[in-house]
């Protein structure tokens, strides 16, 4: 008989128990035994969820306080000697600084985990491997066991993810992986002794392109491994993607007894076992729902596939499971109330992901006709939402039909439009200006709360963002910055906000997934057609304009960074709905134009992450990302000067495609690379403005006027001067009014002083 499994369960909690607990443990409103006690609660929950479903392999050590990298460094005792030294076990006080740093201790880097928007803390191999310095494997192994009444199924990050996903690396791989090798093997020595049948060890950078000598490390890990005496058997599971020919031959040869493959998200996997086989001892994790993302699956669908599994693996070798951990999901698609019901029937949260793969592994094991209720429910719920008006918009298809290359061009040239631009503006060399968001006080926060309780009338709301927004323009004015912004501080997320207002998207109350450590996002869910019933931006944009002779930059999220921040639809391309966002936003710049905002600003920092895992994919995307961006941008006259935001400062790969968007003006971060990121752009003689940002806005501390000039001094080195724009970072949205002010003071300070030595230079 095929069974049942799961990758691992979402961990916050239903209801956010979980950040609560975290975040009053950091305030020292509860003690650690309060902590563990509603950590407990969780596991004993997503437990229970589990069991009540019916699923045959349950997984314990998924859960975590934080990340679960971090609990493998604390596992294997790779603690950098900053925090000290690790002892028999590390600490939850350490555990938490190494997350979130402590006083004059910076924490370790927190960066994306592969292609979703959830974020990993960085493991620093110039640490000595101290050996097993935590026990929750076996804690939870046991309490996990002790309450399902049979052995549950531990969950490991596996050696060659861990040191690959890892940075400072001193000595060869090989050797590095030699010092892991041992504390695995004691691991899984203690979890045989322990009575674990099972372990899953993750293993997801195989999905990622991978050298020979990279696949060599992963023979020799688990030639090792097999070796330990009266260990649980291996489940190596791989997600995000499928292996390629290289890969597949490779992991197939290693001397364990299950590989767990992703059949959801590209078909490679499947035509490789098609071609391949499987071999004749092992079990087969078999992917068959997504776990990333929130539709239902088409039950006759997953059938079929799992029925074309077992053409190449006896049935009782197949364990049917979601494609990945179910971490990046929401928890129960039931807790929505809010949604129209056409769309909630077409949603599959985690909770629903349960009964998918115990109704499919059923099906499996008796024939179609064991599920034919389940079905033909299923099937009813496809055949409705093909015929539901809500999710088809006529129009917006017929539109995205008849583009043409002229769509995707602004009128002239950058040179032409540039020339045009400055008659226009008459801006002085340096000119000065911010990424769009001012510090939201809790004043901001609140107001947006009463409004959204039905406890101020949008009269009240709205007169309060203006003066805010008048405020904001008069002190700009004041500090003396060239091109204004209106602030956002009608905004609570960039996305969120025209989410709300676009048609073919909805906001969850509920949908919250865990982006890292205590944090969390809810993305909307796009599940049809975009477009836009009215304008979003024009009313505040135009109103600050009013207020000032200076030009005011309208401010909208492109359409990349709308879609990457989003659960996307799948019966269309990602390039299409990318195209569809793209419309509405282009309707959105004309009618800011038209209303007499000469500047605009399309944000995409979320352009890079998008870039797929696989390098021979990503210029299919960076084609499609690059024209959405070109469609919702180019349709201005030469005059409007478009700009673009990108938050991240690694442009070597993608400088082309940077180039490609014919921002006239971009800007980026920089402070903290200290002009090193801009060589890319001196490397591809880069023609159009830049604003490299210099002003670190993740941190409290405020930037001197001499600190903001030598990065322009360097800036200088690279590009000329008539390209260079004075900004921050980013946004400032999450720092404080005290912060912001005097560090752009001092932005606009040096930008003077820098004007006045290239003044004195052509005089
Ligand atoms: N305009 C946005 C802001 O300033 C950009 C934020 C971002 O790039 N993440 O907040
Ligand atoms: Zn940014």
Not at 481 to 495: A, C, I, T, Y
Not at 624 to 648: N, P
Not at 683 to 700: F, K, L
Request: hydrophobic fraction near 40%.
């Amino acid at each position: 008989m095929a069974k049942s499994s799961i990758l691992g369960y979402p961990r916050i909690g239903k209801h956010r128990e979980l950040k609560r607990a975290v975040e009053s443990y950091w305030a020292g409103k509860i003690d650690e035994a309060a902590l563990q006690q509603a950590g407990r609660e969780v596991r004993q929950a997503a437990w229970a969820a589990q069991q009540a479903a019916g699923i045959d392999l349950i997984p314990c050590n998924d859960f975590s306080f934080y990340d679960q990298v971090l609990d493998a460094i604390c596992l294997v005792g790779l603690i950098p000697p900053r925090f000290g030294p690790p002892g028999p076990a590390v600490s939850l006080s350490t555990y938490f600084a190494m997350a979130r740093g402590a006083p004059g201790v910076p924490a370790l880097e927190l960066t994306k985990w592969f292609d979703t928007n959830y974020h990993y803390l960085v493991p620093e191999f110039d640490a000595p491997v101290a050996g097993i310095a935590s026990s929750k494997p076996f804690d939870e192994f046991a309490e996990a066991t002790a309450q399902l009444g049979r052995p549950a199924k531990p969950v490991l990050l596996g050696p060659v993810s861990l040191l690959l996903l890892g940075k400072r690396h001193t000595k060869p791989l090989a050797e590095h992986l030699q010092e892991l090798l041992p504390v695995y093997a004691e691991v899984l020595g203690h979890l045989g002794r322990d009575g674990a049948e099972w372990v899953q060890i993750d293993e997801p950078v195989l999905v990622q392109d991978r050298t020979e000598e990279e696949l060599d490390l992963l023979s020799a890990a688990y030639r090792e491994l097999a070796r330990v005496d009266g260990r649980p058997r291996i489940m190596l599971q791989t997600y995000f993607g499928s292996l390629d020919e290289l890969s597949w031959q490779r992991v197939m040869a290693l001397p364990i007894e299950g590989i767990g493959l992703d059949f959801v998200r590209t078909p490679a996997n499947r035509e490789l076992l098609n071609r391949h086989g499987f071999p004749e001892n092992k079990v087969l994790g078999a992917g068959a729902v997504n776990g990333r993302n929130v539709w239902r699956t088409n039950l006759v669908e997953g059938l079929e596939l799992l029925e074309e599994i077992a053409e190449h693996v006896e049935v009782d070798r197949i364990w049917v499971q979601p494609s990945c951990s179910l971490l990046h999901l929401p928890h129960d698609v039931r807790l929505e109330t809010q949604l129209p019901p056409e769309v909630t029937a077409l949603l599959a949260f985690a909770e629903q992901r349960l009964e998918e793969v115990v109704t499919l592994t059923r099906g499996l094991n008796e024939g179609r006709s064991a599920i034919i209720d389940e079905l033909e429910e299923n099937a009813e719920i496809f055949r409705v939402a093909l015929d539901s008006t809500r999710f088809h918009h006529r129009p917006t298809q017929e539109r995205l039909a008849a583009l043409t290359e002229d769509d995707f061009q602004r009128a002239s040239p950058y040179e032409v439009r540039a020339s045009l631009q400055q008659q226009r503006f008459k801006l002085p060399l340096f000119p000065t200006t911010t990424i769009g968001s001012f510090p939201q006080t809790p004043e901001v926060r609140s107001a947006r709360a009463r409004w959204r309780a039905g406890k101020l009338s949008d009269e009240e709301y709205w007169s309060f963002i203006r003066e805010q927004i008048a405020a904001l323009i008069r002190r700009q004015e004041e500090i003396g910055l060239d091109v204004l912004v209106h602030g956002e501080f009608e905004r609570s997320d960039m996305v969120e906000y025209f989410a709300e207002q676009l048609q073919g998207f909805v906001i969850t109350e509920h949908g919250w997934v865990q982006s890292y450590g205590s944090r969390a996002a809810r993305p909307p869910i796009i599940f049809g057609d975009v477009y836009r019933p009215k304008p979003m931006t024009v009313e505040v944009s135009r109103y600050a304009q009013s207020l000032t002779a200076r030009p005011v930059k309208g401010m909208l999220t492109g359409p990349v960074t709308m879609l990457n921040w989003s659960f996307v639809r799948e019966d269309l391309s990602r390039r299409e709905v990318a195209y569809q966002i793209a419309l509405a936003l282009r309707d959105e710049v004309r009618d800011l134009e038209a209303a007499g905002i000469a500047m605009i600003q399309i944000d995409e920092p979320a352009l890079r992450e998008g870039l797929p895992l696989r390098r021979q994919e990503w210029d299919e995307y960076l084609d499609w990302a690059v024209k959405a961006f070109r469609l919702a941008s180019s349709g201005v006259a030469d005059e409007t000067q478009i700009h673009s935001h990108m938050c991240y400062s690694e442009f070597n790969d993608i400088i082309e495609a940077i180039d490609a968007l014919d921002a006239d003006v971009i800007s980026i971060e920089n402070s903290r690379s200290q002009g090193e990121l801009l060589r890319a752009f001196l490397d591809h003689r880069y023609p159009r403005q830049i604003g490299p940002g210099v002003y670190d806005v993740h941190s409290a501390r405020v930037p001197s006027v001499e600190e903001i000039e030598s990065l322009l001094l360097k800036a200088v080195e690279i590009l000329s001067p008539e390209q260079l724009w004075v900004n921050p970072d980013c946004g400032l949205k999450t720092r404080r009014p005290e912060e912001a002010w005097p560090s752009l003071e001092n932005m606009v300070e040096a930008a003077r002083r820098m004007r006045e030595r290239y003044l004195a230079r052509v005089t």
